[in-house]
Structures are given as structure tokens and as C-alpha cells.
């Protein structure tokens, strides 16, 4: 949960920074920018940190979660105008993820077999090789959204099991030579690229929907059986229930004025160079919403 607050937390810091009057260099040095960058990445420290006690399944629903906040915190600060829906979805999403909560205990993270590891080292690398690759053809059109979507979203789900799975050595030193680690790594570098790229070439909604479902439900998907993540008796069909309603809630919220709000104008300083490369004479940024906002880098820094 404090995952979700640092990332609801840092996409409203940075939108607030980047809707101040100045250039990108300006903005990359703002100590509001800053501190929203600093958000993400503590809330990426936090959900590694999760991920060693507790399901993948639940750790990634409770992520999700950050989008409801980002609504409601861009309510406040941003002063977005939230709709009717957006409200609902939010109360549906908290309902949903007390059953996840529920569904679920404390479970740590056990030392998969050498099996499970080599899968999870050579489909998280790959995975991040072809999202990679996607992020630097799509500099050549405008119609792969949904497509980097996916593949973020591919990428971001490895990271999670990687996360999961990684056999954390003592001293800590000792782990770099854990591949899983390096699949943590690549995957959610990976994964920041496809989604940046992903907003500068589709609508905000269906681009976060669909990262937000693909990054729910195919870890949930692949820990159960892979990684013995374990649901309590009787509560199997309660918590796909809750995954599914947390994922359309989500979709809701993806569309809403605070969503865009803070993921059009919260992203040019990891994103900028890239779209000023690949698109000169276009705005910089995620969405069709782009050109009601400054660009910047993104809601969601994974790694």
C-alpha cells in the first residue's frame, strides 16, 4: 500500500512540476520534479520489498490501486474534474482489493526450482528484448499503441515474478550474480521505454488499461502454479473476482480527467530526449490528451 501511495504520490508531484512555466532542462531540475521521481522510485523499492512476502497476485492488485489514488490526489492538487464514475470505480476497487487482502496471508518468498528459473530468466529476458526492439521500430509509425502497451505491461509482469523469485544472497553484495536479478533490471527498463513510447502513440485509456490488465493478471496468471503462491481454501474464486473488478476499475479510472492529467503532464524528463529524437515536430508526450499539458516522463517509474 505505501507502494501505491508513492506512486500516486510522485505522478501528482511530477504533474504539478511540469504545468509551471519553463523548459524540460528546467523542469528535470525542479525540486517538485524531483521529489515526484523520488516517489516512483521509492515505490518501486517498496513493491520488490512487498513482493518477498507477500503473492504477486495481491502485490500487483494493490499497484493497480495507485491509479484510484492518482485520481483523487490530482482532484486536490491539480484541481481535475472528477466524474461520478470515477468515484465508483474507486469504491469498487477498494472493495475488491479488501477480498484480495482477505484471500490471501503472509507467504514468503520460497527458493524456486532450477526449472523455474531458467523459464523465468529466459522469457523475462526475451520479453524485455522484444519490448526493447517494439520501442525502437515504433519510432518509424504511429499505430503501435496498444501493441507497447502489451509489451509493457509483458514487462513489467516479469519483473514482478523476477522479483519474487530471486534468491536474495547474504551479504547483498552476493546477488549480482543472481540472473534474476538482472531480469528485475532489464524488464522494468524495458518496460518504462514501452509504456512511454506507448502513451506518445495511443490514448491515455486504453494504453493504461491495458498495461494495468496484462500487469495483473499474467503474473497472478503464472506465480499460482509456477511459484506456489498460494490462495486460501475457499477464496479462489472471491480473489479472481476482485483481480478482474481491481482491472476494470482501472479502465474506469484510465480515462478519467486526473489520469490523463497527471500522466500527460508528468513525464518529458525520461521520455523527452527520446520523443524529440523520434518526433520532432510532435509533442513529446502520452496521449491524445498531449496537447492539453506539458510532457514529461511517466506516472509509473518501474525501475
Known sequence: MLAAVAYAGGSVLQAAAARRPGTVLALAASPLY?????GDGGGWLLSLWALR???????????????????????????TRLRRRDYVAVGVMVAALAVIGL????????????????????????????????VLLAARTDRRGLLLAGLAGLAYSATALAGRAVYVRTPWVSTLAEPLLWVVVCSGIAG???????????????????LWA?????????????????????WAVPAALGILAVVGAAAVLASSSGTAASVDSSGTAGAADEAGRADGAKPAERANTADAASAADGGKLRS
Open 192 to 210: 518504462t521505454a514501452a509504456y512511454a513510447a506507448a502513451l506518445r502513440r495511443g490514448g491515455v485509456a486504453p494504453v493504461t488499461a491495458l
Open 53 to 79: 512476502g507477500l503473492p504477486v497476485y495481491v502485490v500487483q492488485a494493490v499497484l493497480a490501486g495507485s491509479v484510484g489514488l492518482t485520481v483523487l490526489l490530482a482532484g486536490v492538487v491539480l484541481r
Open 34 to 38: 524531483l521529489a515526484g521521481l523520488a
Open 214 to 234: 496484462v500487469e495483473v493478471i499474467v503474473p497472478a496468471a503464472v506465480a499460482v502454479p509456477l511459484l506456489g503462491d498460494e490462495i486460501r481454501h475457499g
Open 103 to 134: 484471500s490471501s496471508r503472509e507467504q514468503p518468498a520460497s527458493t524456486p526450482a532450477h526449472g523455474t528459473t531458467v523459464v523465468l530468466t529466459v522469457g523475462g529476458f526475451a520479453v524485455a528484448v522484444i519490448a526493447g526492439v517494439a
